[in-house]
């Protein structure tokens, strides 16, 4: 389902398997603000899913997806600066109506990066937020970090 240089099988998909699936992705491509650079790999992508599971564009499901971004984060592991793992695929297919209207627009919710509301504690973590005094003209305030829990309760 993922290889390194899927060399436009999507162009070959539209002609023998389903004209019309990807051309309502290039009319959905079209209508947005992404550029072609973003895209045409999005558009690849989907092929990949297509050729890999059968079926046509609109057969796509949002499993489909999620097991798509895991078996390139498997095979490809690491950052890649060439949009390997982006997930613009999904929202080309949600905003082509491919998956139910009350379907996330958006893969993030299927990330385990991003496992729901993240407690503030982890937010301050993530920035390394260190407590120190704050000094106002000639006035120095100590931190409030050890009086969080008595100032601020609902932390």
């Known amino acids: 389902m993922v290889t390194s ?25 079209s209508a ?40 390139s984060r498997e095979v ?23 998956f139910p209207a009350d379907a996330p627009p958006t893969v993030r919710m299927f990330s385990p990066v991003f496992a729901g509301q993240v407690p503030v504690e982890q937010l301050v973590d993530r920035y390394q937020v260190t407590c120190r005094p704050v000094r106002v003209g000639d006035h120095e305030i100590p931190p409030l970090c050890g009086f969080r829990d008595q100032v601020i309760p609902h932390l």
């Open 32 to 71: 947005g603000a992404v550029g072609g650079s973003t895209m045409i790999p999005s558009i690849e992508k989907i092929a990949l899913i297509v050729a890999a599971k059968g079926g046509s564009v609109r057969d796509v499901t949002i499993g489909d997806c999620v097991e798509a971004m895991r078996v």
């Open 5 to 29: 240089s899927p060399q436009r099988i999507a162009n070959e998909l539209a002609q023998v398997r389903d004209p019309h699936g990807f051309a309502e992705l290039r009319t959905a491509r």
């Open 76 to 98: 490809f592991p690491g950052p890649t600066r060439s949009g390997r793992h982006s997930p613009v695929f999904y929202q080309l297919l949600h905003s082509a109506g491919v």
